[in-house]
């Protein structure tokens, strides 16, 4: 929590603002229903799966070349599973599949019925601790496929390059934004809300021309330490870092902001 933020109590709505779009968003709506949060979505962000380019259908096809595949969300994770099975009848072999969180993992696991190696929840920004995992340092030489939506993570590309790793990208899918509406975006400018859920710079910088004074005084909770930098510099006073991006560790700390964040004024 920000040393800035003081703390008053509950404020005196429940209401949690999220802008993490896609199945995560309904998985997280229903961990702040659990703790007594109204998950209220900004619909800020749409996941779009995109055609491979030519490049990438080459890459597709030429996958039992490579030592590592690393996905990096659960939608990236289910774009993979939907290509390979258009290309490939049986999964190559000698490959080890690493996602950057425990709900990536899951779902990579189910739908290719491998081993998937992820950071354990709690770790922090999902970049930094997967890079630390054991199986991702002596990597020099090794085809590195990182399967993720167009741009972002690039510290996971660029660390893995530095490693020397021959690293080849894999834009399985766009997101697209579009302006909050309606009720949620006067809730948005007003500060009516308990809690702001924010899980990834796109958004945080997306959402900053509709926030307003009010709006910066309210409870922002994060995914990771970087946010919170992030955060500070767009002049929010009431920052909370979640341990990882998992549905109930968001929650869990958005339960913790709504009771010790100021409260609405009357």
């Known amino acids: 929590m920000s040393p800035s933020c003081p703390i008053n109590g509950p404020s005196h709505t429940a209401t949690a603002l999220m802008a993490r779009p896609g199945a995560r968003a309904q998985a997280l709506e229903q961990a702040l229903e659990q ?3 109204m998950p209220r979505s900004l619909d800020i962000m ?3 799966a995109r055609e491979p380019t030519p490049f990438e259908h080459t890459l597709l096809y030429d996958l039992d070349n490579f030592r590592h ?3 990096t969300s659960p939608f990236a ?3 993979l599973i939907e290509a390979i099975e258009a290309r490939w009848p049986q999964l190559p072999t ?3 599949f690493h996602a950057t969180g425990v709900s ?3 779902v990579l696991s189910a739908g290719l019925g491998v081993e998937v190696s992820a950071p354990a929840p709690g770790s922090g920004s999902a970049s930094e601790a997967l890079l630390d995992m054991p199986g991702l340092q002596a990597i020099k030489g090794m085809r ?5 939506g167009e741009g972002g993570r690039e510290l996971i590309e660029q660390t893995l390059f530095e490693r020397g790793a021959e690293v080849s990208r894999l834009s399985l899918y766009e997101r697209r934004l579009q302006p909050p509406e309606g009720e949620v975006r006067e809730l948005l ?4 809300f308990a809690v702001l859920i924010v899980t990834s710079q796109e958004q945080l910088e997306y959402l900053d021309q509709w926030c307003t004074p009010a709006t910066r005084k309210r409870a922002l909770v994060v995914s990771s330490q970087r946010l919170a930098t992030m955060a500070g510099r767009y002049h929010f006073e009431c920052v909370f870092i979640a341990g990882d991006a998992t549905p109930q560790t968001l929650a869990k700390t958005s339960a913790m902001a709504w009771h010790q964040a100021p409260g609405i004024p009357d």
């Open 144 to 148: 590195v496929a990182l399967v993720s």
């Open 35 to 37: 703790v007594g949060l």
């Open 77 to 79: 994770a289910a774009c």
């Open 94 to 96: 000698g490959i080890d």
């Open 69 to 71: 595949v690393i996905c």
């Open 46 to 48: 749409t996941l779009v």
């Open 104 to 106: 990536t993992a899951d």
């Open 189 to 192: 400018a007003q500060g009516d």
